[in-house]
């Protein structure tokens, strides 16, 4: 009853924001270089659901998920959100673009039962998980689906980015399955 477990790793995402094409690429390389390799990479869609970032990024802000092979510890979610908000700025200064913020990372955690994304901002939905940071479920994976809530943001209610959080999530439980084989841990920790 008082035995404390270790949580399961999780899938680490990265949802990328960006002014155009050449911003895109080098975000997704700044990722890369910094988090580790890729195993999936979505699509690139125009993000259009609304003009929330119209004044940093620009009017046409296109949207790619990258997935991160390794298997990432969940307490290390703020850790992540600092990092990618240092790529995010280092690219605002090398890319320049006429926007402030030509790029936008957001981190997030795939289990197999929802969707955690990281944020600097506080809400009545939102936790706090530590060095500044907040956090919350925007998607629940239930009887086979991805579902929205409340407060999910309206760009997560398209059936793309449900495909591919889909392919990321069975991803992992093919990795978690592997560990159950193999012991020998494919996590990354930060605090270890």
Not at 35 to 48: H, I, N, Q, R, V
Not at 136 to 147: A, H, I, N, P, Y
């Amino acid at each position: 009853m008082w035995e404390l477990k270790e949580p399961n790793p999780v899938k680490l995402i990265v949802g990328i924001l960006a002014s155009d094409e050449r911003c895109l690429a080098a975000a997704r390389e700044a990722v890369l270089a910094s988090l580790g390799p890729a195993d999936l990479l979505s699509e690139t869609w125009c993000f259009d659901q609304t003009d929330y970032y119209a004044d940093e990024i620009g009017a046409s802000v296109l949207r790619q998920f990258v997935s991160i092979e390794a298997l990432a510890h969940p307490g290390d979610l703020a850790d992540i959100k600092h990092r990618t908000n240092a790529i995010e700025q280092h690219l605002a200064t090398a890319l320049a673009m006429p926007y402030p913020r030509p790029v936008n990372l957001d981190p997030g955690l795939i289990e197999p039962s929802k969707l955690i994304l990281a944020s600097t901002k506080n809400f009545a939905h939102r936790i706090y998980i530590g060095r500044r940071m907040y956090a919350e479920v925007t998607l629940v994976f239930d009887k086979g689906q991805w579902r929205t809530l409340p407060y999910t943001f309206p760009d997560y209610y398209r059936p793309e980015y449900h495909g591919f959080l889909s392919l990321v999530r069975a991803r992992l439980v093919e990795q978690l399955r592997q560990q159950t084989r193999n012991p020998k841990p494919e996590i990354r920790n930060e605090h270890e």
